[in-house]
């Protein structure tokens, strides 16, 4: 098992910027690093979408919605993984949780939720006009 517990959610302005962390622990030897990672969003009455996603070796790629305002990123030493969200828009108001696979992710295209093994409960983040 592993245990994922996100942080740095809250109240921002348009235009603002947050960081979220996700702080992996677990028994299971699934080793933080040898594990792909996720973030994604859910919005009130919205289907859980994509953000962003980081390969084993730090390879990102990003949904549209987040393309030049949101960085991924991850600290194998630290068991954490970051999300960088900028220039933030009332849009971006939603529910973000991380998520972790085990099998292979080579990058380059969307992360699907229902191939993700673990996930964390999430934090909220509301951005006001």
């Known amino acids: 098992q592993v245990q994922l517990v996100e942080s740095g959610g809250g109240l921002v302005q348009a235009g603002g910027s947050l960081r979220l962390s996700c702080a992996a622990s677990?028994?299971?030897?699934?080793?933080?690093?040898?594990?792909?990672m996720g973030w994604f969003r859910q919005a009130p009455g919205k289907e859980r979408e994509f953000v962003a996603g980081?390969?084993?070796?730090?390879?990102?790629f990003y949904a549209d919605a987040g393309k030049g305002r949101f960085t991924i990123s991850r600290d194998n030493a630290k068991n954490t993984l970051f999300l960088q969200l900028n220039s933030l828009k009332p849009e971006d108001t939603a529910v973000y949780l991380c998520?972790?696979?085990?099998?292979?992710?080579?990058?380059?295209?969307?992360?699907?939720?229902?191939?993700?093994?673990?996930w964390g409960k999430g934090t909220l983040v509301t951005v006001s006009s």
């Open positions: 998520a972790a696979k085990i099998g292979f992710y080579s990058g380059g295209y969307p992360m699907n939720p229902g191939d993700m093994d673990y």
């Open positions: 980081i390969t084993r070796d730090s390879s990102t």
């Open positions: 677990g028994r299971s030897g699934r080793a933080f690093p040898s594990l792909a």
